[in-house]
């Protein structure tokens, strides 16, 4: 397994995608380090991951606080000794109107998931650079290049995310660390079985993408041998950016 004995930091672990990430990770071998704000669901996510034979530790973390990142890693290299992957999936959203939205609801959203994001990549480029190398996956999102109305502080995080992560492409290249992006359409991670027939027909692929899907697309931009990969946005939506859809 390619991920056996390696380290992955995945924030936002407690539950939806993250969790997905965390169980996937486990089962090919990797130790995982869950790091969420809600230390009942962190909890849920280390229950599941141990019972099915994984190793991990949690982490309660608020990401719009840089020291607790700093914190994190700390601790995360004092347990395991390194960290090969991390995996910035933890996100956040506050949608109102832009004329409703306060300014203290924007910084929050952009500090957790756009500079929350930076801090959790330098600090474990850090390490990574010590120890010769390592993987970085920022999760951005459709939304990225397309809107519905009063999603003005999400779209900026994740187009910021889009951005930064070519941005430290670049930077840490040298240093035999690769970034990429995954920029998810819907992934249900709640009851799949409710989810309508034009839920999935609306699709091109027919369906609607589960956490699963995300995983893969993690394994292929994290695996050692995909090292000519870097500086991408793998868009995993199931077609739906690429569909023309007018109102008749």
Same mark, same amino acid.
């Given at each position: ?33 869950? =790091? ?18 994984? #190793? ?122 690769? =970034? ?59 077609? #739906? ?8």
């Amino acid at each position: 397994m390619p991920f056996e004995g390696k380290v992955v930091v995945i924030t936002g672990s407690g539950g939806g995608i993250g969790r997905g990430l965390a169980l996937a990770y486990a089962d090919r071998g990797a130790t995982v380090v869950i =790091v969420d704000k809600d230390m009942d669901k962190a909890r849920e996510t280390e229950s599941l991951v141990i019972n099915a034979g994984g #190793m991990c530790s949690i982490h309660n973390v608020d990401l719009s606080v840089p020291e607790q990142v700093v914190r994190l890693f700390r601790e995360a290299a004092d347990r395991w000794g390194r960290v090969d992957i991390l995996i910035n999936n933890a996100g956040l959203g506050v949608f109102k109107s832009p004329f409703d939205l306060a300014l203290e609801e924007w910084d929050y959203v952009i500090n957790t998931n756009l500079r929350g994001t930076f801090l959790c990549s330098r600090e474990a480029a850090a390490l990574m650079k010590r120890q010769g190398g390592g993987s970085i996956v920022n999760i951005s999102s459709t939304r990225s290049v397309m809107s519905e109305p009063n999603s003005e502080a999400y779209a900026a995080s994740k187009g910021g995310i889009a951005s930064l992560t070519h941005a430290l492409a670049l930077s840490l290249g040298p240093d035999r660390i690769r =970034v990429n992006a995954i920029s998810p359409g819907w992934i249900e991670t709640g009851d799949y079985e409710r989810l309508r027939e034009e839920d999935h027909t609306q699709h091109p692929a027919q369906r609607v993408g589960t956490p699963g899907d995300i995983a893969k697309g993690c394994f292929y931009l994290t695996e050692p041998d995909n090292d000519f990969v870097t500086g991408i946005n793998l868009v995993i939506d199931g077609g #739906m950016t690429r569909k023309m859809i007018y109102e008749e």
